[in-house]
């Protein structure tokens, strides 16, 4: 790795670049897995657990706790909001059922006569 390499990009970069860095400097660049090693994997855990983001990340990251918990009370606003619009446009429905069920029929029926073409 040359120099260009170890300078970080970013600030999140910087303990990627610091572990090479101890890698190198205590490891000669390198893992020596010489007898460590049998070839076998430890068992991975459920993919339900592997892949749970709430518990693992959400509750414990402030940012992400506050942001849940703004989108968890916009869901009760929106739930709210979407049920007083229902209520309200079934009521605008049955006044306008009721107001056309009040006007008089004004359709005359006129037969057309073939005499007067």
């Not at 049998?38 to 709430?54: C, E, I």
């Not at 506050?66 to 968890?72: E, F, G, Q, Y």
Request: proline share 6%.
């Amino acid at each position: 790795m040359g120099p260009q390499a170890q300078k970080p990009c970013v600030q999140s970069d910087a303990l990627v670049i610091g572990f090479r860095k101890w890698l190198i400097k205590y490891a000669g660049g390198q893992v020596d897995w010489t007898g460590k090693y049998s070839g076998a994997l430890p068992p991975s855990p459920p993919s339900k657990q592997l892949l749970d983001r709430y518990w693992s990340h959400v509750v414990n990251c402030r940012s992400c706790s506050v942001a849940s918990k703004c989108l968890n009370v916009l869901e009760a606003v929106l739930q709210v909001l979407s049920f007083l619009s229902i209520g309200i446009v079934a009521a605008a429905r049955q006044g306008a059922i009721s107001a056309a069920a009040r006007t008089p029929k004004s359709f005359h029926y006129h037969d057309y006569n073939h005499a007067f073409c």
